[in-house]
Nanobody
């Protein structure tokens, strides 16, 4: 059974930091590109960051460059999103995504709420 379980969300003040984790199971983690998406109320889901299966290359949405860092621990089957200098506009539900580079399977987690507010 495929599972992506996000954790680490919560309420933080502007300028603060959070670290999101996504624990994966039920598929071959090393064969999947891993991404974080977010969806704010009334808005479409958008890609925040991706880390590739091969080479571990990363890409970021322009609005989070220099503030967010995506990483993966293949031994732990976990992907992380370190978020620093958080802004109110970062408030959203954050979703973990796995995309198989060979299988082309696409999996989603249930999401974790991040709220940036004073």
């Amino acid at each position: 059974q495929v599972q992506l379980v996000e954790s680490g969300g919560g309420l933080v003040q502007p300028g603060g930091s959070l670290r999101l984790s996504c624990a994966a199971s039920g598929f071959t983690f090393v064969g999947y590109d891993m991404s974080w998406y977010r969806q704010a109320p009334g808005k479409e889901r958008e890609l925040v960051a991706v880390i590739t299966a091969i080479g571990g290359g990363t890409k970021y949405q322009d609005s989070v460059k220099g503030r967010f860092t995506i990483s993966r621990g293949n031994a732990e089957n976990t992907v992380y999103l370190q978020m620093n200098s958080l802004k109110p506009e970062d408030t959203a539900v954050y979703y973990c995504n796995a995309y198989g580079v060979v299988t082309l399977q696409n999996y989603w987690g249930q999401g974790t709420q991040v709220t940036v507010s004073s």
